[in-house]
């Protein structure tokens, strides 16, 4: 089983940063991707910033320039978020793929964090 699980919500005024934090661990053979989430009240689950194994990024649009998202080693991976936005906040998830075995893959997810952005 693999646990993971972020840190480093609040609250922050426009214009200002946070960063978050996400560590996974339990059973873990070899990490793949560990992707940041975010879900706004009343909206979808949308997928903010991701980090492959191999060290390539990707983000969306919204964030481009203004969102970096690290890796440290192979189980953490943070969200250095700067000049955020009100339609930033949101809850923040974690998600890391992988594998617990040659032959187990796992796909896990964190309770979430909050990031509030006051205008």
């Known amino acids: 089983q693999v646990q993971v699980v972020e840190s480093g919500g609040g609250l922050v005024q426009a214009g200002g940063s946070l960063r978050l934090s996400c560590a996974a661990s339990?059973?873990?053979?070899?990490?793949?991707?560990m992707d940041w989430y975010r879900q706004a009240p009343g909206k979808q689950r949308e997928l903010v910033a991701s980090s492959t194994g191999g060290g390539s990024t990707d983000y969306a649009d919204s964030v481009k320039g203004r969102f970096t998202i690290s890796r440290d080693g192979a189980k953490k991976v943070y969200l250095q978020m700067n000049s955020l936005k009100p339609e930033d906040t949101g809850v923040y998830y974690c998600?890391?793929?992988?594998?617990?075995?040659?032959?187990?893959?796992?796909?896990?997810w964190g309770q979430g964090t909050q990031v509030t952005v006051a205008s």
């Open positions: 998600n890391a793929q992988g594998r617990s075995s040659l032959s187990r893959r796992f796909d896990s």
């Open positions: 339990g059973s873990i053979f070899s990490m793949n991707a």
